[in-house]
């Protein structure tokens, strides 16, 4: 009985590191904001690798991480992207929804929200060492509860 648990072991090890892998993801990163708020004319940077295994299309996503109770519904955001090959800019707009219509959301009992919004999806060898801008585009000047702006590329 003890033989037959050790040969089962290892295996049963591995497939649990597999089922935990995320083997879509080619390039996830977070910049924190300063203490004093994102402001109007802060823009987030964000150089994406060369990607060289990449093949097929990348879906990008922008991620936020925002204390709870944010003093908005939803946070507008714009986005420049300039890709390599060939050269281009795009622009693109969106709109985060924090909370439902009731000012309600089911992730507030924890200390930090995290939200990740689809963007748009490119063909890999577009994303190739591209450019992306990310910056507010909310009424006030100084946006107070959001902590950290990210980026996300998973290959689909």
């Avoid at 994102?38 to 990607?51: A, I, N, S």
């Avoid at 420049?80 to 009731?102: G, K, M, N």
């Avoid at 089911?106 to 490119?122: D, E, N, R, T, V």
């Amino acid at each position: 009985m003890c033989r037959r648990r050790s040969k089962l072991w290892p295996l049963l090890c591995l497939l649990v590191v597999g089922a935990g892998c995320d083997h879509g993801r080619v390039y996830h990163s977070y910049q924190p904001i300063g203490e004093d708020g994102w402001d109007r004319r802060d823009t987030f940077v964000f150089q994406l690798p060369c990607m060289p295994d990449s093949t097929g299309r990348i879906d990008l996503s922008l991620c936020l991480r925002v204390c709870p109770q944010p003093l908005w519904r939803h946070l507008a955001v714009g986005v420049e992207y300039h890709l390599t090959s060939p050269d281009t800019l795009y622009r693109d707009t969106f709109l985060v929804a924090l909370s439902d219509s009731a000012g309600l959301n089911p992730k507030a009992c924890s200390s930090l929200l995290q939200y990740s919004h689809p963007m748009a999806s490119f063909e890999a060898g577009r994303l190739q060492g591209a450019t992306l801008r990310v910056f507010h585009l909310m009424r006030r000047e100084t946006l107070r509860r959001v902590t950290d702006v990210g980026i996300r590329a998973e290959q689909r």
